[in-house]
């Protein structure tokens, strides 16, 4: 009877959110799927009441994985209309597009197709315009936030971010403990919303707007966040916990699951799932709540005058990738896949040595050449890789960082080391434009070196902060055997040289610090 009630409710729900279906003459493009925008919000950030706000991770709000694996994002023209072409060669293409920051939603495009996103507040509503689909069914992840989740995050979300949602204060000595209740009551109502999702799925068969195969693709989604939720708390939590058991092949079935039907393949099973977003829920867990965890840590902390003004305790992700290359919890392009993101991590957290090492590992362990091709274009990984830091400034002339120090001989110079995604960095560009209208161009210079790896981003910083033909952009940041020995591992970072280019201080005041102006003075009264 119980599930009947809900069965009429949300068949209710359902029929009154359908529309009217309407097919609009767009010439279908071979492998191609046109995304029109219409004056798309930021999404990419989100403010909760009482002011606290969210980033996601890529500043962006379009996000898919490309016909070779490799996750590419896309930010949206805000408040303007857009368009992007996305190429390919597979019959069906996911979409994710950002909501709230912290949430996704996801769309399966067929080969061709041209759609529209119009948007309701920040609530994206995609419209295909070559051919009659159900809305509701391909809105279904939107559909579905107001169905089950009242217009709320879902509850992975809520698990893995409990300082936004539990209420709980960080400083209380029962944080822990408070955690531990707050993360199982998710599980709880996660299980809860899955019967319900399976009610709502056929519902929906019921009257003809998605088939079964549709049904358990989109429930297997619910059912991956249900399992990610339930390993984590049988593994530990806590990032730095030591794990309490060791993962099999039988933690990733989904066994004598009615609602998914039998035979349910492992989660971890064939490359067929390898382009959708599900899959990679599961392998992002794996790498970040398993494997990172079975590696020992690495501390280390800046100290500026004294004081800590930076740290780190990272993975040592040498024994990740070694990990991950023995491990037959995994295989094929699910193996190639953590291996890339042990590489990557290498290449931003490594010293030089090992750097070259993993990367030559990589290509040795790794057939797949058009992953070992993105590598080597994300990094600069040329052979003609030396010892030299290469930079390229605004105007787009290229020189040596050494040849830059010597073309200022007889000024004083203060260097900032930065980028554009670093938010310290930021904060003090407005304290640095003050100085570099404080001091005579002739006696001081400003210059600035980013270690950015998007270069459009690097311009559009610099453009917003003024700086131009004082900047300039590392273009081998990881295979300089210079920029390593610099020892510069966290930014900003700031250097003051006298007049004949001889570092006076490698550890320099911040802009914002007041001890600074007393060492430019000393500086120009040298000269």
């Given amino acids: 009877?119980?599930?009947?009630?809900?069965?009429?409710?949300?068949?209710?729900?359902?029929?009154?959110?359908?529309?009217k279906e309407e097919t609009v003459d767009a010439t279908p493009l071979p492998n191609r799927i046109v995304l029109l925008f219409d004056h798309p919000p930021v999404n990419h950030k989100y403010t909760f009441e009482g002011g606290m706000y969210t980033l996601n991770a890529c500043n962006c709000e379009i996000s898919f994985f490309d016909d070779q694996g490799h996750l590419q994002n896309y930010a949206l023209a805000y408040g303007n209309e857009d368009t992007l072409i996305i190429t390919s060669r597979r019959k069906t293409v996911e979409i994710g597009h950002a909501y709230k920051a912290m949430d996704v939603l996801y769309y399966q495009f067929q080969n061709g197709d041209t759609v529209l996103f119009s948007y309701d507040g920040l609530k994206p509503i995609a419209k295909i315009l070559n051919r009659s689909v159900s809305e509701f069914a391909l809105n279904y992840d939107l559909n579905k936030r107001k169905i089950l989740d009242k217009n709320d995050f879902p509850n992975l979300i809520k698990f893995n971010a409990p300082f936004f949602f539990s209420g709980s204060d960080v400083q209380s000595d029962n944080f822990v403990f408070d955690m531990d209740i707050y993360q199982r009551?998710?599980?709880?109502?996660?299980?809860?919303?899955?019967?319900?999702?399976?009610?709502?799925?056929?519902?929906?068969?019921?009257?003809?707007?998605?088939?079964?195969?549709e049904k358990k693709h989109k429930l297997s989604k619910s059912a991956i966040d249900l399992k990610i939720m339930q390993l984590r708390l049988e593994l530990g939590n806590r990032p730095k916990q030591s794990l309490q058991r060791e993962l099999t092949a039988a933690d990733f079935y989904f066994e004598n699951d009615a609602m998914l039907g039998e035979n349910t393949n492992s989660l971890l099973s064939g490359d067929s799932a390898y382009y959708f977003h599900g899959?990679?829920?599961?392998?992002?867990?794996?790498?970040?709540?398993?494997?990172?965890?079975?590696?020992?840590?690495?501390?280390?902390t800046l100290i500026e005058n004294g004081q800590a003004q930076a740290g780190s305790n990272m993975p040592d992700y040498t024994q990740v990738y070694d990990s991950i290359y023995n491990s037959h919890l995994i295989d094929g392009r699910a193996k190639d896949y953590l291996l890339i993101k042990s590489v990557e991590s290498i290449m931003d957290q490594s010293p030089y040595d090992l750097r070259m090492r993993y990367f030559e590992k990589f290509k040795s362990d790794v057939k797949d050449t058009a992953m070992i091709d993105f590598l080597t274009s994300k990094y600069q990984m040329t052979d003609d890789a030396g010892y030299d830091m290469l930079l390229i400034s605004m105007m787009g002339d290229t020189t040596t960082y050494d040849e830059l120090i010597k073309s200022r001989l007889g000024k004083a110079i203060y260097l900032d080391f930065w980028a554009s995604w670093c938010g310290p960095c930021i904060k003090e560009m407005p304290a640095s434009k003050e100085l570099r209208a404080k001091?005579?161009?002739?006696?001081?210079?400003?210059?600035?070196?980013?270690?950015?790896?998007?270069?459009?981003?690097?311009?559009t910083a610099c453009e917003k902060h003024e700086l131009d033909e004082s900047s300039y952009l590392i273009i081998n940041t990881y295979t300089s055997r210079q920029w390593d020995e610099m020892g510069v591992s966290y930014i900003p970072r700031y250097f003051l040289f006298d007049r004949n280019g001889l570092i006076i201080n490698n550890y320099a005041p911040r802009p914002s610090d007041k001890k600074l102006a007393a060492l430019l003075d000393k500086s120009i009264l040298e000269l």
């Fill in 1 to 19: 009877m119980h599930q009947r009630l809900i069965f009429l409710l949300i068949f209710a729900l359902v029929i009154s959110c359908i529309e």
């Fill in 185 to 213: 009551k998710m599980v709880e109502e996660a299980q809860g919303k899955y019967e319900k999702e399976n009610v709502l799925l056929d519902s929906l068969i019921a009257i003809g707007q998605v088939s079964a195969a």
């Fill in 279 to 300: 899959n990679y829920q599961i392998l992002d867990f794996l790498f970040y709540s398993y494997f990172n965890r079975k590696a020992d840590r690495i501390t280390s």
């Fill in 439 to 459: 001091y005579p161009a002739q006696k001081m210079e400003f210059l600035y070196i980013s270690s950015d790896i998007d270069i459009e981003r690097w311009r």
